[in-house]
């Protein structure tokens, strides 16, 4: 399994964590002298993002470093089976950071699968801390409906991105889509589908991206392709999905909008820096999201905006040495080259719709950068040095000459 939780990411959410620590001891309080031993749960908790999610369990690890003969039971509460946002998925992750992260001898952590959380949609997860001669704690019997749940599941504001990146700190999993998967897997004569709406400032495709996205991700807890379809139900203020589950002789939730709108103008559609282009996953997810827009309509030109990478001028900055667990940098320029090959050879695309503007950078300092354009027929191309224009002449407004 990928170790997401490095000992650097426990020292960044440190803060956190000790506020953490004091506000549980407080509602917690304590055990009086010359009573049995028993469990005390330590905290208990549903979704959490990055740092609080750390924070969460480092004040749990203190807690067993502070009872070095105490073990630490943990009780996960969520959808079966396996992958991100399921009750598995909670108990590894846990285990593996207090373990891995935290140096918690692994036979001082006990975890327990409760079965589903009350809510389909959600995961949830409790912390005892078991001291020596005290019993276990006993899961409790929580049920909901998915054995028999028919429409539509959920409804979100999506976000659109060519790749994603890994937040600060340990994940709880999507325990929504892995309730969605429960929900499947529970009843196989259902259909999956995934309407999907494109935001009136959504860049084109972007409806097309969250919708296979989570299709992907369908198919990574074991539900076939042939049960999922997609569908673009055209457009609504927001960017959103809808996921629903319906018997397969049901009529589809949504109609077919058809083709999307063209862009009236120069549209940006993505940009990624070196650093992450490095990574050929993440790369590969740019590329095709471009190339997907290129493909949907023959009157769009691709354009990629490259920004050269120029290091610091810090007579004392020395150069860093590579990192012998990380990919080798990214040639910008070789990597755009390669990418109008592969829109011919794998898309029938041809060269005269992909333009490569290699410029300058507009600071001092860059990592080094590409943005992905989409311009339709006769439009202008997009101006690299819109943003910059625009900072320089709010800098100008917001500090008026003096007088």
């Known amino acids: 399994m ?23 001891a407080g509602a917690q309080g304590g055990q009086a002298e010359g009573d049995a031993p028993r469990a005390r749960k330590i905290d208990e908790f549903g979704h959490a993002r990055g740092c609080d999610h750390g924070a969460r369990l480092d004040n749990f690890a203190i807690e067993l470093q502070n009872q070095p003969d105490a073990t630490g039971h943990v009780i996960a509460y969520g959808p079966a089976g396996e992958g991100s946002g399921t009750a598995e998925f909670r108990m590894s992750i846990t285990r593996d950071y207090l373990v891995e992260a935290r140096g918690i001898a692994p036979e001082r952590v006990t975890t327990f699968n409760g079965g589903r959380y009350k809510n389909r949609h959600e995961s949830f997860v409790e912390f005892w801390l078991v001291p020596a001669g005290a019993e276990a704690p006993t899961p409790a019997a929580y049920r909901n409906d998915v054995v028999r749940f028919n429409g539509k599941f959920s409804e979100s504001e999506a976000w659109d991105s060519f790749a994603w990146g890994e937040a600060m700190g340990p994940p709880v999993g999507d325990s929504n889509l892995a309730g969605f998967a429960d929900v499947l897997k529970s009843q196989p004569e259902t259909r999956a589908y995934v309407v999907a709406f494109n935001g009136a400032e959504s860049a084109p495709g972007a409806w097309r991206r969250v919708a296979e996205r989570e299709a992907a991700a369908l ?12 569908i673009f139900a055209g457009y609504d203020e927001k960017l959103k999905m809808q996921l629903w589950a319906l018997p397969k002789d049901a009529p589809p939730p949504a109609a077919d909008a058809g083709a999307e709108r063209r862009p009236p103008k120069a549209t940006q559609v993505a940009r990624m820096d070196r650093y992450q282009l490095k990574y050929e996953a993440e790369a ?12 949907a309509d023959n009157e769009l030109t691709a354009y990629l905006v490259i920004r050269l990478h120029t290091p610091p001028q810090s007579d004392g900055d020395e150069a860093a040495a590579p990192d012998p667990e990380e990919p080798p940098d990214v040639d910008l320029a070789k990597l755009a080259e390669k990418w109008k090959g592969e829109l011919k050879d794998a898309y029938g695309i041809g060269e005269r719709r992909l333009v490569v503007l290699v410029v300058p950078p507009p600071e001092d300092w860059t990592a080094g950068e590409i943005e992905a354009w989409v311009v339709p027929a006769g439009a202008a191309p997009p101006d690299p040095y819109a943003a910059e224009d625009a900072e320089a002449e709010e800098a100008v407004e917001g500090n008026p000459k003096e007088s």
């Open 284 to 295: 590969r997810s740019f590329f095709r999201g471009f190339a997907e827009v290129l493909k």
């Open 219 to 230: 198919k990574r807890y074991g539900i076939a392709d042939e049960r999922v379809r997609i």
């Open 2 to 24: 990928k170790r997401f939780f490095r000992l650097a990411v426990a020292a960044l959410c440190l803060a956190a964590a000790l506020l953490s620590q004091a506000a549980a």
